[in-house]
């Protein structure tokens, strides 16, 4: 049997430890900072932002109920089913109904259940229904009001019954007397109320009944149930499994591209649409999903920009680390950060103040993206595993989930979720994978075990063809993945990747360093196939060709024993630019830099190599870039564990027993919040209260207020007999007591 009690404060004092504990893991913003007892805790559940943030955890069924609450109360259980439309005894509705207490957002007095008076200023007009008004009429005379109407004002009635409550009445015109006159009938019977000169309104008590003394027309205390596409799990986790693996590999690619040429920061943030797009080309991607990675990678602490003289974006030094993780475990990281992070990538190439949104940029803010995410995976998590439903149905089931938080936007966003989902293999064929509980959870380790076997492995072996083409049956690791990624092209991807040799590849391998011998032993140790001979002998032409022409500084020059190929590049139209002239048979120079110059006749597949100032061989290194480390906290959001709330529980319960006590006459000192309730709950009750107030001269005196308005951090009221109002501060009140 509930507790009767006379105030929440009441209410929560007769509760046990184990129900204060579901309080505060409930409803988290209660437990921060500590409360110092009972009171303070139940003023802090009062107030506007706590019960907002309480009201928008609530479902449809929840919801409603705390309506016929704030509409019928104080009720008994039996009166609030019957509000429902539901059988007195209904378990439910009991359910219900206690949910609601465990929350907080109810109390049980000595004449039933009451919503906490917050609650009734949030929510405003329930269900449509208007105020209550003092001179509508009741019982019989309501019910002989009724029986005496004609069709017109049945009409106008009905129209008003199911809400909204006003209405506007013809003032004017031939046309219109018949119903002007009806009106005029509804107002003189008080049936409605005018509010000015053309609108009116239909009062609580007459709407109550015309609704047969049912709250809401459709009561909706179930979710929405509908027949659902079923997948074998098995099926769906595989699916996830293979789209994991493909997010693994892309991002390798990028975090690869990135490291070997950073691209630059746009001066107003954020990355240009051209690397977006070269970064889309390198993944074979569509531009949404480069952008869905890159910002998902951002999010994890891969990629960060590096604040150097010339900005860019790039590896960090966390991506070397991740790199090293096992497979379910670098897919847990990449999918948490797509669920908490704060950006939304759909938002990228969208107008905003008439320019278009770039990625990793502060415009992609998507401040309820995190909580869409965490919603739509959860209402997911409530379906039989391996259902795939689709985005409508979906959308229906979130606003039955969560109507207050869906109700601030026309477009919950599902469409966007189900299909970045689909991209971190969160989902499979539009079914949640076993694995995306443990992200779902926020348990990575769990999630990264459920997903490991799911992976497809990574080979280390490839299949080289006389074609100069590479076949990877599977995602590359380990030497083979190196090697291909220093002599190969991706030519296409799918469940085989197809790379493709090529001779500015084995130029970059030649430029490490390596001889064609060591080409030809890489390639051999990684093909199952062995090493063709059209390969062996286009390594061993672009050797012999490779560092003919050497290139060192003077602005700079070009050094070769073969005065042929120095003929070749004087003819040669396209490197006018470098404005060379010969100074010996084998020296060429020129005013331009040496790097310049390099690169010039390297795009003119001349081959040279740079020499140092003693004139040997400069080997080049294949680049790697990363950003500092930064340990950047992760988003976490603020929740409170049963071992934390039992903690702060017996805080308050040692606090309660200990409460200070007022000297001089005077109430006992209070806690701000607690002083701000008790003087907005005695306005409301238009009961007096005693308090603490400071003076200008630093005496405290002991006043007997009758507030009638707390607002702006003042109270308006009058003193004892006084009728003059007066207005206090109320950071002056050191206590409130209740006036016996």
């Known amino acids: 049997m509930p507790t009767r009690a006379r105030s929440l404060a009441d209410d929560l004092r007769g509760r046990s430890p184990d129900d204060l504990v579901a309080l505060l893991v409930q409803r988290p913003d209660l437990a921060r900072p500590t409360p110092a007892d009972l009171t303070t805790l139940a003023a802090r559940a009062t107030t506007r932002a706590s019960v907002q943030r309480a009201l928008d955890g609530l479902d449809l069924a929840q919801l409603q109920t705390l309506e016929v609450v704030c ?385 497809p492995e990574a080979v280390e072996h490839v299949l080289v063809q006389a074609d100069l083409t590479a076949v990877a049956p599977g995602r590359l690791d380990g030497p083979a993945r190196s090697v291909m990624r220093l002599l190969g092209e991706v030519e296409s991807r799918g469940g085989a990747t197809v790379h493709r040799i090529t001779e500015a590849g084995i130029r970059r391998a030649l430029d490490l360093g390596w001889s064609a011998d060591r080409v030809l032993s890489e390639v051999s140790a990684i093909s199952r196939t062995g090493v063709p001979q059209p390969l062996e002998y286009l390594v061993r032409d672009v050797a012999r060709r490779h560092g003919v022409a050497r290139v060192g500084s003077v602005g700079s020059y070009v050094r070769s024993d073969d005065p042929a190929l120095l003929d070749r590049v004087l003819a040669d139209r396209a490197l006018a630019l470098l404005q060379l002239r010969r100074i010996a048979p084998t020296v060429l120079v020129s005013p331009v830099p040496a790097g310049t110059v390099l690169d010039v006749l390297r795009e003119g597949q001349y081959g040279p190599v740079p020499e140092g100032e003693d004139g040997a061989l400069t080997l080049v290194s294949l680049q790697d870039h990363r950003a500092t480390r930064r340990r950047t906290p992760p988003t976490r959001v603020s929740t409170v564990d049963e071992e934390t709330a039992a903690r702060i529980v017996s805080t308050m319960v040692s606090g309660e027993s200990n409460r200070p006590r007022g000297g001089n006459g005077l109430p006992a000192p209070t806690d701000p919040v607690v002083t701000s309730a008790m003087l907005r709950e005695a306005a409301a009750e238009r009961l007096p209260v005693w308090i603490g107030y400071a003076d200008e001269v630093g005496g405290i005196q002991r006043l007997l207020l009758r507030p009638t308005v707390v607002e702006q951090g003042r109270v308006r009221g009058t003193v004892a007999d006084q009728d003059a109002p007066r207005t206090f501060l109320l950071h002056r009140i050191s206590g409130v007591a209740a006036a016996d």
């Open 71 to 455: 509409v019928i109360g104080p009720a008994r259980i039996g009166d609030i089913a019957t509000a429902l439309g539901e059988p007195k005894r209904s378990p439910r509705v009991g359910e219900l109904v206690d949910e609601l207490c465990a929350r907080a957002l109810c109390w049980h007095g000595p004449e039933g259940y009451r919503a906490a008076r917050t609650v009734h200023e949030i929510i405003g007009s329930p269900a449509g229904l208007g105020p209550d008004t003092e001179d509508a009429p009741t019982g019989e005379e309501l019910t002989e009001a009724l029986g005496s109407l004609g069709a017109r004002a049945r009409a106008i009635l009905d129209a008003l019954t199911w809400g909204p409550p006003t209405g506007v009445l013809p003032s004017g015109g031939a046309g219109d007397t018949a119903m002007r006159q009806a009106g005029e009938q509804l107002l003189g019977l008080r049936l409605l109320r005018r509010t000015d000169e053309s609108h009116v309104l239909l009062p609580r008590q007459v709407a109550l009944v015309l609704r047969g003394g049912r709250v809401h027309r459709h009561p909706e205390l179930t979710p929405p149930t509908q027949e659902d596409a079923t997948l074998d799990v098995a099926v769906v986790d595989a699916t996830a499994g293979g789209r994991a693996a493909q997010l693994l590999e892309q991002t390798a690619e990028l975090l690869d591209a990135w490291g070997s040429r950073p691209p630059r920061v746009l001066r107003t943030g954020g990355l240009a649409v051209r690397d977006l797009n070269r970064t889309a080309t390198l993944l074979e991607a569509t531009t949404e999903e480069a952008a869905w990675l890159v910002e998902v990678l951002h999010a994890a602490g891969l990629i960060a920009a590096d604040e150097s003289t010339e900005p860019s974006w790039m590896p960090t030094g966390e991506s070397d680390d991740w790199a090293e993780l096992p497979a379910g475990e670098r897919w847990a990281v990449l999918a948490s950060a797509w669920r908490t992070m704060a950006a939304g990538a759909s938002l990228v190439g969208s107008a905003d103040c008439n320019t278009k949104v770039n990625a990793l940029s502060l415009q992609t803010s998507w401040p309820h993206g995190r909580q869409r995410r965490q919603d739509t995976l959860a209402a997911l998590a409530t379906l039989p595993s391996g259902a795939a439903p689709g985005a409508d149905r979906l959308a229906d089931l979130l606003r039955w989930c969560h109507p207050i938080r869906l109700s601030r936007s026309t477009d919950p966003g599902v469409t966007t979720v189900l299909r970045e989902a689909e991209w971190a293999g969160v989902t499979g064929r539009g079914a949640l994978a076993t694995a995306a509980h443990g992200i779902l959870t926020g348990d990575l380790a769990a999630a990264a075990r459920a997903m490991e076997g799911h992976i």
